[in-house]
Each structure stands twice: as structure tokens, then as C-alpha cells.
């Protein structure tokens, strides 16, 4: 092998390498912004808005993306599906228990299969080239479907819980959905 060769294989190594930090010190810090978010958000209704404003603005750009934007589309997507992981873990393992307890089991039946589709079509975006036609049809039942559950949540959902929970009920659950993101942030 020629030092040539050499070259460009420790420079191909080295940028790597560059890759790779840059990608670990990109989670650390979405899990600053996490806590932050999660610290400046009041109780968990205010945090689950929060959440819900984020993710729609990243699923509103992610359709506002071209096939030419495929580094873009690529950045949009991971930020959806990490703020998508954290969000539902919360809902599933705090909120959704709750609403249940309240009597709204077919409400929570209805708010998991939206989020089974939502995981899966990030999977398929995931598995699809983001210069690939079908990416952005994706992106956008992405975004109805955001939009949709979103409304449903806030309009309908958490305001029963919120109104309907007893004295210490909505800071227990501040503090679970906060400890329930903390896990996966």
C-alpha cells in the first residue's frame, strides 16, 4: 500500500472517528434539553404540551423537507423519534394508568394503537432512502396523525385527569412522568 493509500485511510479513520463523538456528545446533549424542558414545564400536563409543541414542529418540518434535504430529513427524523420514545414511555407507563384509573380504558386502548402506528411508521421512515418518494407520504401521515392524537390529549384527555385528581394526585404524577423521562432521555 502507498502512503497515498495510507493518507487517505487514517483520514477516512479519522473522520470516523470525528463521526462518532460528534453523535455521542449530540445525545448528551438532547438529554440536557430534555431536563431542561422537563424542569420549565410546570406540572405534567404542562410538560406533556410541551413535549406535544416540540414533536409537532419537528414532524411539521420534517414535511416541509425535499428529497435534495437528505441530511436534514436524516437529523429531523432522529429528533422525532427520540422525543416520540421518551413522550410515550411517559404517557404509557404514567398518564395512560391514570386516565385508566379515571375510567377511560377505552380512551388509553385508542391513544396506544396511535402510538404503535406512530412507532411504526418512524421505523419505516427509518428503513427508507430520505430521497425515496415514499419518505415524505410517510412524513405526512406522521404529521396527521401527531396532530390528531395531540388534539385528542390535550382537548379531551388531560383535562379530565388534571380537573379530576385529587389533592397530591398531579404532583405524584409530575413527578413519575419526569422520572419516567429522565429514564429514557
Not at 463523538?21 to 448528551?28: E, M, Y
Request: net charge neutral.
Amino acid at each position: 500500500m502507498n502512503s497515498r493509500m495510507t493518507g487517505r485511510l487514517i483520514g477516512a479513520a479519522g473522520a470516523a472517528a470525528l463521526g462518532v463523538v460528534a453523535g455521542l456528545s449530540l445525545g448528551r446533549a438532547r438529554r440536557a434539553v430534555a431536563r431542561a424542558s422537563m424542569a420549565l414545564s410546570g406540572d405534567w400536563e404542562g410538560q406533556m404540551k410541551a413535549e406535544h409543541k416540540a414533536l409537532k414542529k419537528v414532524v411539521q418540518a420534517m414535511t416541509a423537507t425535499d428529497a435534495a434535504d437528505a441530511a436534514e430529513r436524516a437529523a429531523l427524523l432522529a429528533t422525532a423519534s427520540d422525543a416520540l420514545t421518551r413522550h410515550a414511555v411517559e404517557e404509557e407507563n404514567v398518564i395512560y394508568p391514570a386516565l385508566r384509573a379515571c375510567g377511560l380504558t377505552s380512551a388509553v386502548k385508542s391513544m396506544l394503537d396511535d402510538h404503535a402506528d406512530m412507532r411504526a411508521m418512524i421505523a419505516g421512515l427509518q428503513a427508507l432512502s430520505p430521497e425515496d418518494p415514499s419518505w415524505a407520504q410517510t412524513a405526512k401521515r406522521l404529521k396527521t396523525l401527531v396532530y390528531r392524537h395531540v388534539r385528542r390529549e390535550e382537548q379531551d384527555l388531560f383535562p379530565a385527569l388534571h380537573e379530576g385528581g385529587v389533592d397530591g394526585e398531579n404532583d405524584r404524577l409530575t413527578q413519575l412522568v419526569r422520572s419516567e423521562g429522565l429514564k429514557v432521555s
